[in-house]
């Protein structure tokens, strides 16, 4: 197995720079992985995908407002920042921008939505930097919501970012597979007999880095939080005994309890960390069906797909995506795998 296994060309103009509207009009390819067929539906068409008695699980968590520009204290150079994880109240792992000023000791000035917000390096080590702010802030509306890199210019509400099921805003990106959801569409779900929990993965920026050393099994993942509650614990636990199907909402949802049920030996209460990769070959525990987007090329999360539905088949179902226009990547089209 080698990364350059997992590469693809994308026109540039498949990126998708604008969601649709409503959310579930987006387009839906459907994977059956035992008749190895491709099907072509709408996001809205899941209440008749799915089978009554599934239950779905979502990943609830929310973007935070993590992006902050400011400058140094000393000479007014400017600065960015995007917020990752919290270590304490006040100090915080983030991506720096330029890398090169995040020298330990150096003063910044971030401007905050609640007005200056100080801050001093603390700690470099590679491509870690901590940051120690001069006084308390809320993630949740401190900055700007960030979008990916590869998405340009958008100037629409930054709610459309978020899931309409989101809680707290603890991830730097969107569990983007959730964003197809509309309120509506969960009620339809829920008529026609499609059950739902949720679990939380904090998503960090590493998740979405394309890898590239040659063996994907080389590549290290940033390590993300998890949280399965008792309540969501005992839905799955019920479900599997019942010999119903568990549908993941993304691939962080995958990654949470896949994990939990390696850890664990199977899905309980749990909060901890996970640094899981899932590349073909790896046994899947826990998830039968997967609703997910189209990936990057050589990325984790192409490659766990490709563990979930087979190599050959998804490269085979992306070749044809590209071919009918399918629009990728956070704000594009989704797929549904089932058995």
Known sequence: MRTADFDFELPHE???QQPVEPRDAARLMVLRRAARSIE???????????????????????????????????????????????ITDRRWEVLFRPARQAITGRQFVFDANDGPLPATVVRREER????????????AT??????????????GDPERYQTVYSLEARSAAAPTAGLHFTRDLLERLERAGIERTAVTLEVGP?????????????HELHAEHV??????????????????????????????????????GRVTPYAGWTSLKILPGDA??????????????????LMLVCAFAGTDFVLEAYREAIARGYRFYSFGDAMLILP
């Open 14 to 16: 498949l990126i998708a």
């Open 128 to 139: 870690v930097v901590e940051l120690e702010f001069g006084r308390d802030f809320d993630p």
């Open 284 to 301: 899947f525990r826990v998830v039968d069906v997967l609703l997910t987007n189209f990936h990057l090329p050589k990325s984790t999360l």
């Open 206 to 218: 590493g998740t979405f880095q394309p890898v590239t050393v040659d063996d994907p099994r080389e």
């Open 40 to 86: 072509h539906c709408l996001v809205s068409d899941l209440p008749g995908l799915l089978t009554p008695g599934d239950l779905m699980v979502v990943n609830d968590t929310r973007v935070m407002a993590a992006r902050l520009f400011g400058r140094r204290v000393d000479t007014g150079g400017s600065a960015e920042v995007l917020l990752v994880r919290p």
């Open 227 to 264: 949280t399965v509650s008792a309540e969501a614990a005992r839905a799955i636990q019920k479900a599997k005994a019942d010999g119903r199907r568990l549908a993941a909402v993304g691939t962080t949802v995958v990654r949470t309890l896949e994990h939990v049920a390696r850890e664990q």
């Open 142 to 155: 401190a900055g700007q919501v960030p979008l990916p890199p590869y998405i340009k210019g958008y100037t």
